[in-house]
C-alpha cells in the first residue's frame, strides 16, 4: 500500500470527536449514570441522611445525630444475634455450599453415568425464589404436620424445627444451600468445560495423579470462574432475607439485617430513622467486601 | 428543608418503597367518580371477604351507587398502612379502634366524620371512645370478637373437665389435661397470639388502667407489676403443647379441631375458622379466670374492627354516605349473617339469628366493666412490632430471664415513646 504511514505507538494524538459524536456519547453515557445516581446513590445517600434523623415517614423529620447507632448498639436485642446470622450464614455458604457444589461440579465433569441426570436435578433449585424454598421448607419441617415430624412419629414431644431458635437457622442454611449448591455447580461445570485438555494431559505426562492435576493445574486456570462463585456467594449471604421472612418474618432466631431494616422501614412500625442506620451498617459491611474485590481485581489486571 | 420538598425527593429515591402504593394505586381515576366509593379492605380471608361482599351489595341496591372494593392480603394491609395513606388511598378502608386508630389520627391522615356520628344511635359510649380522638370521631366500628379460653364442649364432657373460674382451678386443669395427653393449645410463630395471654393475665393481676398506662408508655417496664406477670405466665408453661413459636394459630385452632389439645387463649374466629361448619356448635368458651379478686373478671379482650375514611379520599360525600349506611343495624345482619365468628356492635341489631356461641360473647361483651383492645392495638405500632413481638418469643423460648427482658424492653420503649407521634 502507498499509504503505509508508519504508526508510532504513545504519540497518537487523540482522535477528534465531532460534535455529533460527542452529544451522542453524551447522551448514551448520561442516561446510565443519571439512572445509576437517581436510582443507587440518592438512596442511599438519603439513608445516609435519614440515619441521623428520627422519622415516621408522616411528620416532620427531628435531627437526633448518632442516637439511632448508639440505639442499635447497645439497646436492639435483636441486632447483634442479625450480625451473627449473616456472619454465619456467609461461612456456611463459603466453607459448605460452595466447595460442595465444586465438588458436583467436578465429579460430573470427569463423566459419572446419567450426568445430564443428576445435572438437571442438582441445578433445579435454582429456578425456584427463595421464598419458596422457605414455604417448601416449612411443608417438610413443620412442627405439627412437617413431612419430617411426621415420618419420626413423635407427636408427643416434637422437633421444633423451626420454632427452636438454636435449631432454625442451621435449618436455614441448609434449605438457602441446597438452591446455592446447584448454582455454584452449574459455574464451575462451564468453567470446567473451558479447561483445556492438554494442560491435563500434560500434567499426567509429568506424573502428577489426579488429586494433584486438578489442585495444582486445574483450579488455579478456574480463576475468573473463582472470583464470580466468590462473589454471588457473598452478595447471596448478605441479600439473605425472603427465606426466613417466608417461614417466620424473620424473627426468633432467624433475625438477619435485611430482616430488621424492612421491619424497622417498611412495616406499621415506619421507624424510618433507626431503619436506616441499620441499613447503613449493612452498606458498610457491603462496601468492604466490595473494596475488598475491587482492589484484588484491579491488582490482578496490572499484574496480567 | 420543608416536609414537602423531603417527602418529593423521598418518594422519587425510595422507588421501592412506592412500588407497593403504586401497585395499589388502582382506584378511580383524577377527581374521583361521584357515584362510585372505593373500600380498601384486609379481610382476604373467604369467610369475611363473602360477608363484606354481601354487605356492600346491600347497599348498592339501596342506594344505587357503586362499591368497588380493593382487597389486599390482611398482613401486607397492615404493613403498608403508612404508604398507603399517603399515597392513593381508597376513600374508605377498613382498620381497628383504640390506639392503633388514634396514632394515625394524631398524624393527620385520617378524616373526621363526627358529622356522621352524630347521626347514629345504638353505640354504647365506650363504643364512642374506642372510636374518638381528641374529641372527634374518626372511626365506625363494625363487630367485635370477644378473647376467651376455647375449648370443646365433647371433649370437656368426655373426660368430666370443668370450666374454671380461678387461676388456680385453670392451673388444676391445664395440668391436668397435660397428664391426659391433650395439652393447652400454644402457639405464637405468627408474633401475636401470645400477647393475648399477656394482656389477660395482666389484667387480671394489676387490672384495666394498668394495662392501659403500660401499653401508653407511662409505666416502667421494669416494675414489679410486670415481672409478675411474666412469673405468674411461667407456672402455665409446663402444661402448653411444645414448639409453640414454629407454630401458626390455624395449626393451633386445628390441632383444638382435632382433640390434639384441650384448650386455647384465642380470639373468637381463631378456632371459628379452623372448624368446620358442623362442629362448630361444639365449640364453647369461659371467661378468662380470676387472679386477683380485686379485680375479679371486670375486664374482656374484644379487639373492635371498623371503617375509617382516608385523609386523601377523592369522595368525601360517597365515603360518609357509606358509613352512616354501615353504622345501622341492617348493615350488621347482613354481615353477620354470613360471618358466625362476630358480634354486632350495635345495640339494634338482630341477636335472633345468633349462634349458641355469639350470644354468649355477646353477654360476656355486655357484662364487662372495661374492654381492651389488644396489645397490637393499645399501643404505638412501632412499639408493638419492633419490641414486644421480640420480646414475648423471647419469654416463650427462655422463660427464666425475667429481669433481663424487662430492662431491655424498658430501655427500647424509653427510646420508642420519646420520639413524637405526628
Known amino acids: 500500500m502507498a499509504l503505509n504511514i508508519p504508526r508510532r505507538a504513545g504519540r497518537r494524538r487523540l482522535r477528534r470527536f465531532s460534535r455529533r459524536d460527542t452529544v451522542v456519547l453524551g447522551v448514551l453515557l448520561g442516561i446510565p449514570v443519571l439512572l445509576d445516581i437517581v436510582i443507587v446513590w440518592g438512596p442511599t445517600l438519603a439513608s445516609i441522611g435519614l440515619s441521623f434523623t428520627s422519622w415516621d415517614g408522616v411528620g416532620d423529620i427531628h435531627w437526633v445525630g448518632g442516637d439511632n447507632y448508639k440505639n442499635v448498639f447497645e439497646n436492639y436485642p435483636a441486632f447483634w444475634p442479625a450480625v451473627r446470622h449473616n456472619v454465619l450464614w456467609l461461612l456456611f455458604l463459603g466453607l459448605i455450599a460452595t466447595p460442595f457444589g465444586l465438588f458436583l461440579a467436578v465429579l460430573i465433569d470427569r463423566g459419572v453415568r446419567f450426568s445430564r441426570f443428576y445435572q438437571s436435578v442438582i441445578y433445579l433449585p435454582v429456578v425456584l425464589s427463595l421464598a419458596i424454598v422457605g414455604f417448601i421448607a416449612q411443608l417438610i419441617l413443620g412442627t405439627d404436620q412437617g413431612v419430617v415430624n411426621t415420618i419420626l412419629n413423635n407427636h408427643e414431644n416434637p422437633i421444633d ?33 473451558s479447561v483445556d485438555p492438554q494442560l491435563k494431559e500434560a500434567a499426567a505426562i509429568d506424573g502428577a495423579n489426579a488429586r494433584q492435576t486438578f489442585f495444582r493445574v486445574v483450579f488455579p486456570t478456574l ?42 422501614i417498611i412495616g406499621e412500625a415506619s421507624r424510618i430513622g433507626f431503619g436506616s442506620a441499620i441499613a447503613v451498617v449493612l452498606l458498610t459491611v457491603s462496601l468492604g467486601f466490595i473494596v475488598t474485590f475491587l482492589v484484588q481485581e484491579l491488582r490482578g489486571a496490572r499484574e496480567r | 428543608m420543608s416536609r414537602r420538598n423531603l417527602l418529593r425527593g423521598a418518594a422519587v429515591g425510595a422507588g421501592a418503597l412506592t412500588l407497593p402504593v403504586l401497585l395499589s394505586a388502582c382506584g378511580n381515576g383524577p377527581g374521583g367518580n361521584k357515584n362510585e366509593v372505593t ?89 364512642k371512645e374506642q372510636s374518638t380522638h381528641s374529641g372527634k370521631q374518626y372511626f365506625v366500628p363494625y363487630y367485635y370478637y370477644p378473647w376467651a379460653v376455647f375449648h370443646r364442649k365433647s371433649l370437656f364432657q368426655s373426660k368430666g373437665y370443668q370450666q374454671p373460674k380461678t387461676w388456680d382451678d385453670f392451673i388444676a386443669l391445664a395440668k391436668q389435661m397435660s397428664k391426659d395427653g391433650t ?40 416494675d414489679a407489676k410486670v415481672k409478675n406477670v411474666f412469673d405468674t405466665w411461667r407456672e402455665v408453661m409446663p402444661y402448653y403443647q411444645k414448639g409453640a413459636l414454629g407454630r401458626t394459630w390455624e395449626e393451633a385452632g386445628q390441632s383444638l379441631q382435632q382433640r390434639k389439645t384441650g384448650m386455647a387463649v384465642f380470639g373468637m374466629p381463631h378456632p371459628g375458622t379452623q372448624f368446620p361448619e358442623n362442629e362448630r356448635d361444639d365449640i364453647d368458651f369461659f371467661a378468662f379466670p380470676e387472679i386477683d379478686p380485686q379485680y375479679a373478671q371486670d375486664a374482656v379482650e374484644a379487639p373492635i374492627d371498623g371503617f375509617l375514611v382516608a385523609k386523601k379520599s377523592k369522595n368525601l360525600d360517597g365515603a360518609k354516605a357509606l358509613l352512616k349506611w354501615l353504622g345501622t343495624p341492617t348493615a350488621e345482619n347482613t354481615y353477620l349473617a354470613l360471618d358466625p365468628n362476630n358480634v354486632a356492635v350495635n345495640d339494634g341489631a338482630d341477636t335472633t339469628k345468633y349462634s349458641a356461641l355469639q350470644k354468649k360473647s355477646a353477654q360476656l361483651v355486655s357484662g364487662a366493666k372495661q374492654i381492651s383492645q389488644f396489645m397490637d392495638r393499645d399501643t404505638r405500632p412501632d412499639f408493638a412490632s419492633t419490641v414486644m413481638i421480640k420480646a414475648i418469643q423471647d419469654f416463650i423460648g427462655n422463660p427464666k430471664d425475667v429481669d433481663g427482658l424487662c430492662n431491655s424492653i424498658e430501655r427500647q420503649k424509653k427510646t420508642i415513646f420519646s420520639s413524637p407521634v405526628g
Open chain 1, 161 to 193: 424445627w423451626l420454632g427452636d431458635a438454636h435449631l432454625n437457622i442451621w435449618m436455614m442454611m441448609i434449605a438457602a444451600s441446597w438452591r446455592h449448591t446447584g448454582y455454584v455447580m452449574i459455574l464451575y461445570l462451564a468453567g470446567l468445560k
Open chain 1, 223 to 264: 480463576r475468573p470462574v473463582n472470583v464470580i462463585v466468590g462473589v454471588i456467594t457473598v452478595i447471596e449471604a448478605l441479600r439473605a432475607f425472603d427465606i426466613v421472612y417466608a417461614v417466620n418474618k424473620g424473627r426468633n432466631g432467624l433475625e438477619l439485617l435485611s430482616v430488621l431494616i424492612t421491619d424497622n
Open chain 2, 39 to 127: 373500600v380498601g379492605s384486609n379481610a382476604s380471608d373467604p369467610v369475611p371477604k363473602k360477608a363484606y361482599a354481601a354487605a356492600f351489595s346491600a347497599y348498592e341496591k339501596k342506594s344505587g351507587k357503586k362499591v368497588k372494593v380493593n382487597t389486599k392480603d390482611h398482613n401486607d394491609f397492615q404493613e403498608n398502612i403508612n404508604r398507603y395513606l399517603q399515597g392513593t388511598p381508597d376513600d374508605v378502608f377498613m382498620w381497628f379502634a383504640g390506639y392503633r386508630m388514634q396514632y394515625f389520627a394524631e398524624k393527620g391522615l385520617l378524616h373526621e366524620i363526627s358529622d356522621v356520628w352524630s347521626g347514629f344511635t345504638g353505640f354504647s359510649d365506650a363504643l
Open chain 2, 183 to 222: 395439652p393447652v393449645a400454644f402457639c405464637d410463630k405468627d408474633g401475636w397470639p401470645a400477647m393475648g395471654t399477656f394482656d389477660y393475665i395482666n389484667m387480671r393481676l394489676n387490672g384495666y388502667d394498668f394495662h392501659k398506662s403500660l401499653m401508653a408508655g407511662a409505666e416502667a417496664w421494669t
